[in-house]
């Protein structure tokens, strides 16, 4: 038996070995779990009975994605051959990244923003050109202008933002369309349901615009792994390349029609958050807490010094709420979802009794 502290093993890439390892932080979540933007309550009933439907037989085949491609693309009111899923929108950004960063290229990245295009950003050989909110942490929309070069190869726009929640308009988006025309421009709306805008409907007519849903929010499928992509059948062309055709698996496939079937579900929930979402706002007025203005099932607060006993007090208190502060501009800040309005009652007294504890440190506005 070879001694295992000397054998040499093969060295990865250099850009690989320069990456920090991310690790959500997920642990034990057995609470409630207002941390990770998720569906807080369930995914639509229809589902479960699909999911109850499905035989060892089923399982045995290799998942078909392009019934169910052709199923989203009408949902969306694109053509097939403009709609690609994937496994999660963070395959989606993988691939994308993957099909198009090149050594020399550069993406534009107004932070703070989703932590995986930095990641799947250096793996490759291009650069990534982050542009700081201010204090408001709203798009910074000239200062990305500014910083469009020719090697600008794509602009990454979360629509809404996370953790902030707030938007870029469609004039702006289209605008960086026209200023970086060698660029794409991808606007992942994640958190499109809770918004109510799109650009979904530009794509094909924007030769650079590429738009990214997810089923991991609103729809409560996170579990599932299912995102899409959509784009220029131009460039779809290259992304399917790179794409792996079994990445979503058929159980996926199976539960999303009916899913996005069962509209009545998902506007129920999503209509349940956004009266929650006015709710906690009130409350943390009263609580004379600082937030942002969130178009997302989410709110960034402003907790300040003490945010870490402030998101262990709402851990004891039962209530997962997520510590923003290592984002750019964003010490002291806490991001808590917004789930039901029953389901907020609970997390408005943790937050009240979190906040006495810290001795109500929070910036005051
Ligand atoms: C802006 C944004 N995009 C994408 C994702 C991940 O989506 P998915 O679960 O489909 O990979 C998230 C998850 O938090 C997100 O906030």
């Known amino acids: 038996m070879p001694d295992t502290q000397t054998l040499l093993h093969p060295a990865p890439r ?16 057995d609470a409630l779990r207002l941390d990770f933007n998720e569906n807080t309550l369930a995914c639509s009933p229809a589902v479960r009975e ?5 035989s060892a037989g089923d399982l045995t085949r290799y998942p078909e994605r392009e019934p169910v491609e052709a ?3 009408q949902h969306l009111g694109l053509a097939s051959a403009q709609v690609a899923l994937t496994n999660g929108v963070d395959e989606a950004i993988h691939v994308l990244f993957e099909a198009f960063l090149d050594s020399g ?3 534009l990245l107004p932070v703070p923003t989703y932590t995986m295009y930095e990641v799947y950003a250096s793996a490759t050989d291009a650069q990534v050109v982050t542009i700081l909110a201010g204090d408001d942490l709203r798009f910074p929309f000239q200062r990305l202008i500014a910083s469009i070069t020719p090697r600008t190869k794509i602009i990454a726009i979360a629509n809404p933002n996370s953790p902030s929640g707030s938007i870029a308009t469609r004039e702006q988006i289209v605008e960086c369309a026209r200023r970086a025309p060698q660029a794409i ?7 499109f349901h809770f918004h109510g805008q799109t650009v979904m409907d530009l794509v094909g007519t924007v030769p650079n615009l590429i738009v990214s849903r997810t089923f991991s929010k609103a729809f409560g499928l996170a579990g599932l792994r299912v995102g899409v992509l959509a784009a220029p059948v131009e460039l779809m062309q290259w992304i399917r390349r790179v794409l792996s055709p079994y990445s979503v698996n058929s159980v996926a496939l199976a539960c999303l029609p009916a899913a996005i079937a069962d509209t009545t579900y998902l506007d129920w929930y999503v209509s349940e958050v956004l009266v929650a979402r006015s709710e906690f706002e ?4 009263a609580a004379e807490i600082r937030y ?14 003490r945010h870490r006993e402030f998101v262990q007090h709402m851990l004891s208190a039962g209530v997962l709420v997520r510590d923003r502060s ?9 991001r808590i979802t917004i789930g039901t309005r029953e389901q907020m009652l609970k997390a408005v007294v943790a937050l009240n009794e979190a906040l006495a504890h810290i001795g109500n440190e929070g910036e005051t506005r």
């Open 71 to 73: 199923i989203v693309a």
């Open 50 to 54: 699909v999911l109850a439907r499905i």
């Open 185 to 191: 421009i991808l606007v992942d709306e994640a958190y």
């Open 14 to 29: 250099a850009r690989v070995r320069a990456i920090k390892e991310y690790h959500p932080p997920l642990g034990s979540r």
């Open 105 to 107: 290229d550069e993406l």
């Open 326 to 334: 290592s984002d750019p501009g964003c010490d002291g800040r806490v």
């Open 292 to 305: 942002w203005p969130s178009r997302a099932n989410f709110i960034l607060a402003d907790i300040g010094t």
């Open 282 to 285: 009130s409350a943390l007025d």
